[in-house]
């Protein structure tokens, strides 16, 4: 209705007072109409920052992943370095001895021949013994290749040989620490998963073991020993690694797992222990956990015989 209608049905008083409250309900309706142009931009543009922050936290989620994968893939690495380091000097030690033979035989044969004194079966002994001498050079060889060898699937393999194959490739560091490496339990308990990163993870706990025994020796004279448990149920596979060698201190042990966390000073790099749970954890689905007891270090392996790989 206008408001030229209005006047005519009102008086002059009523027609004011219609008019008032007419102004005060458009200027009302009119503000409510503005708020909810206002709201409606301030929707907009919610959804609009909210797309951009999902966009946004997809590209970070994406580009830790992609920083995880590299920082582990450096650790893994660094580990290898450092165990390589390890290795070369076990190639040394294991090569001297057949090296040692080979020349001395070599110098015999040689002397005979210089002299011809060459007796047709010595020569024929000779040659044989420095034949298996090179075979053995080759087979230290091809053992330590294939240790550093990375694995492209799971397979499955008996516990014990695994082991064996990790104290075999460290013999001269347990001669060097005058130590007893026994292994009980389960001869045939086997895990499914990366084997030769398994053998890391062994490695470097048993490396690790040999060392605080050392340095417990040092102050007690208690000869250096490690207890290797294997055992496994239906539901899975558990290796225990137990040392004689005093503990772990309770501030290394708070945060023993997290990288460059080492007990060792300058001598330690602090990633074994990190990366070897990275492996156990991440890789094979189980779960790698330390305590004391009273003699020393106890690190318990515990991987799962079901479930896939989450890596």
């Not at 190639?91 to 210089?114: A, E, F």
């Not at 990366?194 to 340095?215: P, Q």
Request: aromatic share 4%; proline share 2%; with cysteine.
């Amino acid at each position: 209705m206008s408001k030229e209608k209005l006047q005519r049905l009102f008086s002059n008083n009523d027609f004011e007072a219609i008019a008032l409250l007419f102004e005060k309900n458009e200027k009302r309706l009119d503000k409510i109409l503005r708020q909810s142009d206002n709201q409606q931009l301030s929707i907009i543009k919610l959804n609009s920052e909210l797309e951009d922050y999902k966009a946004n936290l997809e590209k970070k989620v994406v580009e830790e992943t992609h920083k995880r994968v590299v920082q582990e893939k450096l650790l893994m690495q660094s580990s290898k370095m450092a165990e390589m380091g390890n290795m070369l000097e076990a190639i040394i030690h294991q090569w001297k001895q057949p090296i040692t033979i080979i020349n001395l035989l070599t110098d015999i044969v040689l002397s005979d021949i210089k002299d011809d004194k060459i007796d047709t079966s010595c020569l024929q002994n000779d040659m044989e013994t420095i034949k298996n001498r090179i075979m053995l050079l080759t087979t230290t060889i091809d053992d330590f290749k294939n240790f550093f060898k990375p694995d492209k699937e799971r397979v499955e393999f008996v516990v014990k040989d695994l082991v064996t194959t990790v104290l075999k490739v460290i013999d001269h560091q347990i001669l060097k620490y005058n130590a007893t490496v026994e292994i009980v339990g389960e001869e045939e308990a086997k895990i499914t998963g990366y084997e030769n990163e398994i053998k890391h993870v062994i490695l470097n706990l048993i490396n690790n073991a040999l060392e605080a025994c050392n340095e417990q020796y040092q102050k007690t004279q208690v000869s250096p020993k490690i207890t290797v448990v294997i055992s496994e149920d239906e539901n899975s596979s558990k290796i225990v690694i137990k040392d004689n060698g005093g503990g772990i201190p309770p501030h290394i042990m708070e945060k023993l797992f997290t990288p460059y966390t080492s007990s060792k000073g300058d001598a330690g790099t602090g990633i074994g222990l990190s990366l070897a749970k990275t492996i156990i954890e991440d890789h094979h689905k189980g779960e790698l956990k330390a305590n004391n007891d009273k003699d020393g270090a106890v690190f318990t392996i515990t991987i799962s015989k079901e479930g896939e790989i989450k890596c």
